[in-house]
């Protein structure tokens, strides 16, 4: 459609929605006023009706109770009499105790009669109000009955009392009588069965309908309906005033669409120039309105494009030099420090800021500054209670609802109360960034990296933040569209570095366990040998071997054999500590080291491992509904360095020895490795107080130092140590 066209409609639409709306306004006003009036009309010939019945209910009743008060029957007989001839009911019937008809006056109505107080029987022939018979002494002696027809008659009074039209039902819905006209019969009737309760509904022909009854006091199933008070020319007045306003307006629109889209031409005409390629083109300015100083503005505009292009030329090559440096880094190092100080100073030029910081995400729910530039006082440490390292919690000031939100912000500073923590500035634009976990679900035994059991697989990373830009302009969508160029590359780069650890951990972990494996074990005994010998501690090593494997697998199968082995391993996590290592030799055979255990706590421990894996056999998948339970025994070799070997290998040797012994000895037992020929005496731990700490060889820990269980001396001594966190 062409802006001509388009102009026309917009304003048929201005003109004409609100002829339409105030046309459909009136209509519909008109037509809740119609109704809300009948609704009123209907109840109060409601009101009426009932009023009507219910009096002559009362009128029967003062009747039958006038024949009642006779003793004597034939004076009863003649009171029957005089009461239908006075009017006071159309028939009276008196019956003895058992029923029978004693005297009836006669032109009674016809049946069936339906008793005031009665529950609606259906079909309706008379009205009737029984009253019982009883002598002084209060015996029974039959009962008077008092009847008014309900005929075409008593309908029409009915209707002329209330000023509605009025139906009698029979059970079915099938109309009695009526005094509505008989074009009208059937739509009414159908809407009688619409109106439920006090509900007033609508005819196609324009009348509305109420029923009223039956009901106690008013058993007479009745329909209500008056007609429609709406002016007959009303909605073809409207349409024809709605019809002369669309001529006009459509007359009007397009006279002013002409008048309007004449000088838009030449402008069209110069921007297909432009989109072609041709900055040099003009728009000659005719007049001093609107159009006009569109046309002057894109004359202006084209004299400063030309000098936007050369600086954004300018920018573009400096801006590729850095992506350049960027994926060199990405692509050469897994220093993370590196890449994400190469990251900060990229966006820092890109954008034309003053200043910046990257900021992870802990195991806390704190934002950590890991990277920051031109902040003074903020600078990442090793110690996280440092105040001058850069820490603002989820969900508290601009960065960390970044982070709580995953929506970038950009803005200007307003300082915070109370304070955040967060550096102050003029102006701010901050980007979160999150990657996928790679390994999808978590497996068994094998935690998140980053120490959050509970964090999602693509929760937030950390939040890239730049301060100040240069010049004193806001931060604008350019810049917010580069930085998140440079936070999905800070994302690569924290998520690069987290598989690498990743492989790194996974290479030396068992699969099925989740314990180290026996390559790491060669590792470990080395640098902890070469630990008790710098500290002057002692290491103790158990060498595990569970009783009779091979009759588990033959027994209940393979499956049963790795579920033995797979809670084994949970068992010897929970009964070590977080800085003893525990390891799958292979098989069945397991070996835990405990660093600066001597051989009293080395016994302690083996002990706790025979009594947990002997007094709790292992549920396995049976074939029924019951999982089986395996009774489990272990073995355990006890050797301890430097008392019973002189090296790494040596003590590991010591301890499967004694574990042979042990097995020899009848199993489900430890054995304690001999002292080395050629010692005098056994070594002497030396007491020390601080935790041992891994050194920094880039090799990661089964767990982390127990501050409490280190002060109490090792294994030997304390309450139960806390579970192993990590390498399951």
């Not at 019982?132 to 009847?147: M, S």
């Not at 039902?169 to 074009?183: A, V, Y």
């Not at 196609?204 to 058993?219: N, T």
């Not at 209500?224 to 409207?238: D, E, I, K």
Request: hydrophobic share 45%; net charge neutral.
């Amino acid at each position: 459609m062409t802006l001509r066209g388009r102009l026309t409609v917009a304003f048929l639409v201005v003109v004409l929605g609100p002829v339409l709306l105030g046309a459909f306004f009136v209509g519909a006003s008109l037509s809740a006023v119609d109704r809300s009036r009948a609704t009123e009309r209907l109840g109060l010939a409601a009101a009426g009706v009932r009023t009507s019945v219910d009096a002559l209910c009362q009128q029967l009743r003062a009747a039958a109770d006038a024949v009642a008060l006779v003793a004597d029957p034939v004076a009863r007989s003649r009171a029957a009499d005089q009461v239908v001839g006075r009017g006071l009911a159309t028939a009276v019937v008196i019956a003895d105790a058992a029923g029978r008809t004693t005297y009836a006056t006669a032109g009674g109505p016809a049946g069936p009669w339906q008793d005031c107080a009665g529950a609606p029987t259906g079909r309706v022939g008379a009205l009737a109000v029984q009253v019982r018979l009883r002598d002084p002494t209060g015996a029974d002696l039959g009962a008077v009955a008092a009847a008014q027809p309900v005929d075409p008659a008593f309908v029409a009074r009915l209707a002329a009392v209330t000023g509605v039209d009025v139906t009698l039902l029979d059970g079915p819905g099938r109309i009695t009588h009526t005094t509505e006209d008989p074009g009208v019969r059937a739509a009414v009737l159908a809407a009688a069965g619409q109106a439920v309760g006090d509900r007033v509904a609508g005819t196609g022909d324009g009348r509305y309908v109420r029923r009223v009854g039956p009901a106690p006091g008013q058993p007479l199933p009745l329909v209500l309906s008056v007609p429609a008070r709406r002016p007959p020319v009303l909605f073809g007045a409207l349409a024809a005033a709605v019809a002369l306003a669309a001529l006009l307006a459509v007359l009007a629109a397009w006279r002013l669409a002409r008048v309007t889209t004449r000088p838009l031409v030449e402008l069209a005409g110069a921007v297909d120039r432009v989109a072609q390629g041709d900055l040099t083109a003009r728009v000659p300015v005719r007049s001093r309105d609107e159009i006009g100083r569109l046309a002057a503005a894109f004359n202006r505009m084209m004299r400063e494009t030309g000098s936007y292009v050369a600086a954004l030329t300018s920018s573009r090559d400096q801006l590729r030099n850095h992506l350049v440096v960027l994926g060199d880094t990405l692509a050469s190092t897994h220093d993370l420090q590196r890449i994400l100080r190469v990251i900060l100073d990229s966006a820092i030029a890109g954008a034309g800021a003053r200043a910046g910081a990257v900021l992870l995400l802990d195991g806390h729910g704190v934002l950590v500054g890991q990277c920051v530039e031109g902040l003074a006082g903020r600078w990442p440490t090793d110690d996280p209670a440092d105040p001058a390292t850069l820490r603002v919690p989820v969900g508290t000031g601009v960065v960390g609802a970044v982070a709580a939100t995953g929506e970038p912000v950009r803005g200007r500073w307003t300082a915070p109360d109370p304070p955040t923590g967060e550096p102050t500035c003029e102006t701010y634009v901050a980007v979160p960034f999150a990657a996928p976990d790679p390994r999808g679900p978590e497996r068994p035994g094998h935690p998140p990296l980053d120490g959050d059991p509970a964090a999602p697989p693509s929760a937030a990373l950390g939040v890239l933040a730049l301060y100040d830009r240069l010049g004193g302009h806001e931060f604008d969508d350019d810049d917010l569209a580069t930085l998140r160029t440079f936070a999905g590359h800070a994302a690569v780069a924290v998520e690069n570095v987290r598989v690498h650890e990743e492989a790194q951990r996974l290479s030396l972990t068992d699969p099925l366990t989740g314990l180290w494996n026996y390559r790491y074990l060669r590792e470990s005994i080395r640098r902890e040998v070469e630990r008790a010998n710098r500290f002057g501690r002692m290491l103790s090593v158990l060498a595990l071997d569970l009783d009779r494997f091979k009759h588990v697998n033959d027994t209940w199968g393979h499956a049963a054999g790795d579920a033995v082995l797979v809670e084994f391993a949970r068992r010897v996590r929970g009964v070590i500590r977080e800085v003893d290592l525990a390891f799958r030799q292979g098989g069945e055979e397991f070996v835990v080291l405990l660093p600066e255990t001597d051989a009293r706590g080395a016994t302690i421990v083996a002990e706790r491992l025979g009594a947990v894996v002997r007094d709790q056999p292992v549920p396995v998948d049976g074939h029924g509904d019951e999982p089986l339970r395996v009774p489990v025994t272990v073995s355990i070799g006890i050797a301890v360095y430097p008392d019973h070997a002189a090296g790494g290998q040596q003590v590991l040797d010591a301890a499967d020895d004694a574990l042979y012994a042990a097995k020899a000895a009848g199993r489900d037992d430890y054995r304690m490795a001999p002292v080395a020929v050629g010692d005098p005496a056994p070594t002497q731990e030396i007491p020390v107080v601080a935790a041992t700490v891994s050194p920094p060889d880039g090799l990661p820990r089964a767990g982390a130092a127990d501050p409490a269980g280190a002060a109490q001396g090792g294994a030997s001594s304390g309450p139960h140590p806390p579970r192993q966190s990590r390498g399951r």
